[in-house]
């Protein structure tokens, strides 16, 4: 149980292009799910927390313009990076916690993005 | 907010050794404490966990300490094996209504040697 999926597991696109990303809970509901974003050799930074039916919370110094969340459904959210440049490459991740009000969160199988 | 640090970053063992990863936070509300490990290029898994009203929890190799008024937990892995090679993380969150953010550490490189 509490199998979290992602789509495309990498994806590379052009400058000024916008990349959509999907994070799915397989098993369960999920009302809030986090995306976090991961440098090379470096830790997990969680950007924005997504909420089933309302808007995502941002971390501070997180553009909202340029990463979009959607959480549409209860199993479903998405990150679209908008005008993506290539400091933008990284590896996203999302994660989502199976039971509402409770900490253990399950993470996704990550996107590697590259922007040229 | 809450500060999570995590040493050593890197650590090297020789296959059947012990090893042990501390971090120390910061927001004394903190109340639950997952550690995860990281393959490269794969999702974090999560091999253990702790709550504040426990100071102690095992599962076979794996064990985690608390000492919430010192504000350190470590990860204690015994009998290592070259599997066990991989980033480890840890964090802290502090839950209550609704839904809690972690905090991860910077993370340690675990390197077992056959």
């Known amino acids: 149980g509490a199998v979290v999926s992602q789509h495309p597991s990498w994806v590379i696109c052009k400058s000024g292009t916008s990349v959509k990303i999907e994070c799915r809970s397989l098993?369960?509901?999920?009302?809030?799910m986090f995306w976090y974003r991961q440098f090379p050799k470096q830790s997990l930074m969680l950007m924005a927390t997504?909420?089933?039916?309302?808007?995502?919370?941002?971390e501070q110094g997180v553009e909202k313009d340029k990463f979009l969340i959607n959480h549409a459904s209860l199993t479903l959210s998405t990150l679209t990076v908008t005008s993506a440049h290539p400091e933008d490459s990284s590896f996203y991740i999302c994660?989502?916690?199976?039971?509402?009000?409770?900490?253990?969160?399950?993470f996704g199988p990550g996107t590697r993005l590259t922007v040229l | 907010g809450e500060n999570v640090e995590q040493h050593p970053s890197t650590l090297s063992v020789q296959e059947g050794d012990s090893a042990v990863i501390k971090c120390t936070y910061s927001?004394?509300?903190?109340?639950?404490f997952p550690w995860y490990k990281q393959e490269l290029g794969k999702r974090p898994q999560l091999i253990i966990d702790?709550?504040?009203?426990?100071g102690e929890k095992k599962d076979q190799r794996i064990a985690v300490t608390l000492n919430k008024t010192a504000k350190h937990f470590s990860l204690h892995i015994t009998e290592t094996q070259p599997e066990d090679s991989a980033v480890y993380f840890c964090?802290?969150?502090?839950?209550?209504?609704?839904?809690?953010?972690?905090?991860f550490g910077k993370g340690t490189m675990l390197l077992v040697s056959p």
């Open positions: 994660s989502a916690s199976p039971h509402p009000g409770t900490d253990t969160q399950y």
């Open positions: 098993d369960f509901q999920a009302t809030t």
């Open positions: 997504s909420n089933e039916g309302s808007k995502a919370t941002y």
């Open positions: 927001d004394s509300a903190s109340n639950y």
């Open positions: 702790i709550r504040s009203n426990v």
């Open positions: 964090a802290a969150s502090k839950s209550g209504s609704g839904y809690s953010t972690l905090t």
